[in-house]
Each structure stands twice: as structure tokens, then as C-alpha cells.
């Protein structure tokens, strides 16, 4: 389909989205345009209810400048984070803000089936909650352990449960979510809501989700950096030598070493009975030897490996998220110990090794941002201004 005109409405929607430009001034300085023609691109988004003036702000001298913003009532998000053994959901309005939400042990050995059925009757009493029903969801983002073949929406190969490939997410949905959906890996969304939200002052960023699974995302130029066909940032299959098998059916890779499946799988052979990367955080926050033993071997073997990444990439932050990080200095101290010890001199000066700003929160958020993204992209929201305006 070709693109619409460069002077459509969703060009005007983009920059007040950003920030970048939010007043008549501040949009004609940014775009070059006539007053006319802006003034025509403001009212169709203000007549479609997709923008609202927000207030005045102080001008330097002359009546205050009107200040446009998107309308975060016109509907609600719904965000889903699929993780290995844990699956978040939330409810926010349309610029992010996490309205309502929910969790519980439920992941990817469960299979889509029965993930999505659950994750639509917590939706639908979380909107019942806020007085809402399905009709007022504008979009749905649904983030998922595994690769998304992003020219098609579909999962790709391989999945470690085969039973989520080749998958459309939103067949498991019902006709009445009119929505517009959006896929991702899900710690490229966890990527997405931490450069945005949670590191905003940061433009190349590298963040690892640590759960069940070893996932990483890569945010370049403030940009997430999905590669050719989405399959960029494969870090959990970094061949590390030896002769333990991995969820992708090789040996040697990091994640048979240094993920949460590996550290369960010990810890059951040890007596304990773990199902979920939470239990071995709460195993570790209790003091349990065997856990903190087996999460410090295993940061120090992600530190390692993660210097080839650094030396690669020269991010700024590495942002540790998911639920291993949450047992804090032990995992992650060992992650970044041994990464500074062994990064170049250049590539480590300044680098930053931190955990999450925005700690559990991070995949729900991250999920409502792609489904923003794809509500408001720029030709759909031109073309459907223009049939509005008709």
C-alpha cells in the first residue's frame, strides 16, 4: 500500500507524541508548513477525538501558545508479557499509564492456548473493574519468549514449545477485539519500556530479560534493533563450550549453562522443589546456599559473555531486567563484575550495569508501547483522519 501524503495529520501526530513539538509554532518550525495546512491537520485529529489541548503554556510575550497532547481517555491498551513461567497483564490508557494489572505462574510450557484464554477473562475483569468493556480497547500488545518474524506478525522458528509455532496471536482472540495487535520478542519489549521510560537519557542501551530463559534486547540510536527478520539479539544461544543441552536443541549454549531452566533443573536434582524462576529468587532471598551459589556462577558466566557484546555494540547501559535480577547483588553483582573486569578499556569507560527502573512493570509497559506504536502509526492515522474529515 502506498504511503499517504507527507503532509498527513499522523505526521503531526508523531511529533506531539514525541514531545518534540506541541504547539502551532513549535509544529510549523518543526515541519515547514502553511498555518492553513496545520491548522487543517489539527482539526482532524481534534474532531477524531485523537488529540485534546492540553492547557496553555507561557509564551514570550502575546497570548500563551496552545499546548496539543494525545487524548489518553479515547480508549484503553491492554498489554500482555509472556514469560517462561510467569505472565503479566495490564490495562493502561493510551499514552502508557498503567491503569490496572494483574500476574500469575503461567508461561510458555502452558502453551497459547490456554495463556490467552486466561489473559482474556483477566482482561475482561480488569475492565469490568475500571467500567470499561472490550469495545473501548484500541490496541493490544503481547509480548512472548521466542523470535516474531517481523514481516509477518507470526512467531518464528525455533520456539522452545512447539506448540506456539508459526502462531497469529490474534486468532486466539474473539471477533470483538477490534483492536489493532502488535508481537514482539518479549524482551524487546522489555527494551522498548526501559529506553522510553525507564532510561530515557540513554540512547544505546543493551537489556537482558533473566528468567526461566536468557532473552536481549538492543536499543541503538534509541531505536530497538530487531535485525533483518526479528531475530536480532540472540545472546541465550552464544556457544560457551561443553556438553550440556540446550532448550534449542544444541549443546554448549549459554543458556544450558547460566539461564533459570539450568539453575532449576540443579536445584531439583538437589532436593528443592522450584517451578518458576520466582522460587529460586525466594530461595536465594532466604539465604539458601545451594541458590546463591548457583546465581553467582551463573552471572559471572553471563558477564563473560556479554563482553563480546559491549565490545561489539559500546552501549551505554546494560539494563538488567526479569525475575532473576530481583535477587539482586548476587546475580547481578556477579554479571557486572565480570563484565568490567574483562571489558576494553574504551568499550567499558563510563559503562553503566544496572537493573531495571522499571522492574516488573517493565514487559506490561513495554507491551502497551508497541501497541501504541501501531495505533497511531503515521499512515494509518492520515488515512483515517481524511476519511473522517469526508
Not at 202 to 209: F, N
Not at 232 to 255: I, K, N, V, W, Y
Not at 294 to 305: H, N, S, Y
Amino acid at each position: 500500500m502506498a504511503h499517504v501524503l507527507s503532509t498527513g495529520s499522523g505526521v503531526v501526530l508523531e511529533l506531539i507524541r514525541s514531545g518534540a513539538a506541541t504547539t502551532r509554532t513549535d509544529l510549523i518550525e518543526e515541519l515547514g508548513w502553511s498555518r492553513i495546512t496545520l491548522a487543517r491537520r489539527l482539526d482532524e485529529l481534534l474532531a477524531a477525538s485523537i488529540i485534546v489541548i492540553a492547557g496553555q503554556r507561557d509564551s514570550q510575550g502575546g497570548r500563551p501558545a496552545e499546548h496539543f497532547a494525545v487524548n489518553k481517555d479515547a480508549g484503553l491498551l491492554l498489554g500482555i508479557d509472556v514469560g517462561g513461567s510467569h505472565t503479566r497483564v495490564g490495562v493502561t490508557d493510551l499514552v502508557s499509564t498503567v491503569l490496572i494489572e494483574d500476574e500469575a505462574d503461567i508461561g510458555l510450557a502452558d502453551g497459547p492456548e490456554d495463556i490467552f484464554k486466561w489473559a482474556i477473562q483477566v482482561f475482561d475483569h480488569l475492565l469490568l473493574q475500571l467500567g470499561k468493556t472490550r469495545a473501548d480497547v484500541r490496541g493490544v500488545g503481547v509480548g512472548v519468549p521466542g523470535p516474531v518474524d517481523a514481516t509477518t506478525g507470526r512467531l518464528a522458528s525455533p520456539q522452545i514449545n512447539a506448540e506456539w509455532q508459526g502462531i497469529l496471536v490474534k486468532d486466539y482472540f474473539p471477533d470483538d477485539f477490534t483492536a489493532v495487535f502488535a508481537v514482539d520478542r518479549d524482551v524487546n519489549i522489555v527494551a522498548i519500556g526501559e529506553s522510553r521510560l525507564g532510561w530515557p537519557e540513554y540512547r544505546d542501551i543493551t537489556v537482558l530479560k533473566l528468567g526461566l530463559g536468557i532473552g536481549c534486547g538492543l536499543v541503538l540510536d534509541g531505536q530497538i534493533y530487531r535485525g533483518a527478520r526479528g531475530g536480532a539479539g540472540d545472546f541465550a544461544h552464544f556457544s560457551r563450550g561443553g556438553d550440556e543441552p540446550c532448550t534449542c536443541g544444541r549443546q554448549g549454549c549459554l543458556e544450558a549453562i547460566a539461564s533459570g531452566y539450568y539453575i532449576r533443573r540443579e536445584l531439583i536434582a538437589r532436593g528443592y522443589p522450584v517451578r518458576t524462576s520466582a522460587d529460586i529468587v525466594a530461595l536465594a532471598a532466604r539465604g539458601n546456599k545451594d541458590a546463591l551459589e548457583l546465581l553467582t556462577a551463573a552471572g559471572a558466566e553471563i558477564g563473560d559473555a556479554l563482553v563480546d557484546v559491549v565490545g561489539i555494540l559500546n552501549p551505554a547501559v546494560v539494563v538488567l531486567g526479569g525475575n532473576l535480577s530481583q535477587a539482586g547483588e548476587p546475580f547481578v553483582g556477579a554479571i557486572r563484575r565480570a563484565l568490567l573486569a574483562k571489558s576494553r578499556d574504551f568499550s567499558g569507560q563510563g559503562l553503566i550495569v544496572a537493573s531495571s527502573r522499571l522492574g516488573q512493570k517493565a514487559g506490561v509497559l513495554g507491551a502497551s508501547l508497541i501497541a501504541q506504536d501501531a495505533l497511531f502509526e503515521a499512515d494509518r492515522i492520515s488515512r483515517l483522519t481524511r476519511q473522517t474529515a469526508r
